[in-house]
Every structure is written in structure tokens, then in C-alpha cells.
């Protein structure tokens, strides 16, 4: 019995090697830990619910502005969505015109690239016009109060800028063409994004009362197509910009413009589901260039919503008018025939690295309210070619 007693005591009886003032600064620092992880937690806490009240305050922001701008009068509307607001340091007020929504082919509305959502916000830019070296020199500021999108209540703002030139020799139709293009860089999850990229191309001084310059708001997508959040258009005839302009303006609907015409032959064969899409001519605005640069034509057949056939064509050089007469042939059964639509897209070659950039679009066929009427005489002349000019838009 003594010694299973003295074994136990033994067992039971640790003594911790170590002062007492190390023992009490051991428990200090354990319970100054154990204190900030307790802030930790309550600071994650407050975040979490100052967020969620953040959200649900911007939800109900947005549902407001919504309901009174469907009871505000379509009067009261024009109005506002007319508005400009330019500033210039110690210069006297300068008029300027921005092009109106009814100019470069009001019948371009069936082709819009447009997010259907609630157009709002506004850009910031500037313009000058250098006369000694002939260069027009754009601005991009920045922008406020764009929309974001509904599921996750943010925005990747960039800028697409355009510089577009009337032809002379096309005036009637509205064709243009494009002098240059750039963009900015994104700006991640923001509604007012800062900008301030400067950019600038050589305008002739006979060219500027036909320019207009095309400043795109876009929402980028890293997998599928960039979202439009509108446009602003500002055209240079009849604008002082000798010295630097800044503007302020409402984003409008986007719309596309008249870049050019392609003409088309289609014959459809139903014994052995051939559709024979020939690309015949391209007629494009040209401007001179040191650069020899090349055309090329890709067409896609899609049907409910998905590419089913896509080819292109070889390249050719590129003129005011561009031959091709290159046929592409797609098999297609008659049922799909009926129902798809044929979606068309010029692509320039750029050197020396051979970047492409699209400078036109077209596309049609059979929807489901509405059918070409190139497309329905296809379908009723079968097994005969029919050609016919379309336009291009950009």
C-alpha cells in the first residue's frame, strides 16, 4: 500500500521548471491573444451586417429610381437624357453638339448590342484639336453612377473610343468609316471609375466638320462578350476645341453606324442540304494607308442561339472595293434552313503583327417575328442563286 501511494503522489506531482514571474507572463500574453481574436470576431461581425444593410440600400435605391422613372413624363425624360455639362478653365462658353439619336441610321434599331438594363450615368472627357500637327486628341476622364449589373451589384467599366468620318462621297447613306480606334483599361467593381488615358490620331482640318467622335462605356467580361452601359457621341462640326474642351454627358443608347456594304449570293439545295453562301464584293470607306492591310469574311449559321457551321474566307487586300467571289458551302438539314440566322463579320489584318479587329457586322435570316427577305427569296427560289447588297454595321 505504501508504495502504490508513493508511486501515485509521484505521478500527480509535476513541477513546472520555470519562475513565477514567467508563469504570469505566459497567462498575460495568452489572455491578450485571446482578447484580440474577440475584436477579430466582432469587427467580422459588424462588417458582415454593415454590408448586408449597404446591399438592401442599394436594392431599394435602385427599385425607386425605377418606379419614378416609369412615372416620370416621356417629356420630362428627353430632357434629361439631352442634358450636357462642359466646363473650361477661365475660356468663354463654347457650343458643341453632340450627334442627335436619330442621326448615322435610325434604322440600325433591330441590330443593338445594348444591355437591356436601365441605362444611367454619365461621362467625363475632353477634346483638342492640335493644328500644327493636324492631331485630334481625346481625353477619357471619368465616369459616374453607372449601372451594375443586378447579380452581383458591381461593374468592370472600360471605355471604347472611336474616331468616325462621313464620306464625302457617301454622304446620302451615312457611311462611315473608321479613322481610329482605342480603349482603357478596366477598372474593377466600380460604379465611378477614374480613367484619365490620353489618346490621339492625325485629323486632316478638311476631315474635322465630318468627324464624330464615339466614346463607348462597356462592362467587361473576362468569358463572354463585353456588356454596352451606353454611349456618348460627340460630333466635331461647328466645335471650337483649339483648346482643351472638357465635357460632361449623359450616356445614351447605344446605336451602330453604317460602315459599309457587302453584296451576298445565297441558293439553298434540299436533296442534299447545301446552303451556298457566296461573298461576292465588299464596298468599305478606304482611307489611304502606308500599310498594306488585308480582309477577310467569317460567317456563322446559328440556330437557337447556338453556332452550329462557321467558315471564312481567304484574305484579299483591302480597296474601296474588295472582290472576294468566294462560295462557302454549310450542309444543313431543311429544318434548321427554316429557323437559323446567318450572321456575317469583316475582320481587318493589321501588320506587322497581324492582330485582327472587326470593322463590320451584318445579320439575318429567320427569327422569329421577322424573315429577310433576301432569306425568303432563297427559300422560294430554290436551287437558284439570288444576290443581294447588305449593309455593314459597326
Known sequence: MSLSTTSGNSMWDIQIPFSEEVKYWALGISVFLFLIAI???????????????????TVNSSVLGIQSAKNATSQS???FNNQLYFHRDEVGGLSYCLSSSSDLASSTDSLLDVDKEHIQGMLRFSLFYDQLQSQLVVTVLDA??????MFSQSVTPFVHV?????????????LTCVLQEWQTRPVKDSCNPTFGERFSCTVTKEEMPRVTVRLEVRDFNKYSRHGILGEVRASLKGLNILYPLEMLADLQQAKKDIVGEVLLSLKYMPTSHRLEVGVLKLRMVFRSSKVEKALYVKTKIVCNQCVIRQQRTPERTRWDVTVFNEVLIFTLPEAQIRECILTLSVYELCPPKRSKCLIGRLSFGKTENVEDEHWRLMIHA???????WHLLYL
Open 39 to 57: 475584436c477579430i470576431l466582432i469587427w467580422q461581425i459588424h462588417r458582415y451586417y454593415t454590408q448586408l444593410t449597404d446591399s438592401r440600400h
Open 77 to 79: 425624360l428627353q430632357i
Open 144 to 149: 459616374r453612377g453607372l449601372a451594375a449589373r
Open 162 to 174: 472611336r474616331v468616325l468620318c462621313l464620306a464625302v462621297e457617301a454622304e446620302e447613306q451615312q
Open 382 to 388: 430554290l436551287r437558284q442563286p439570288v444576290a443581294k
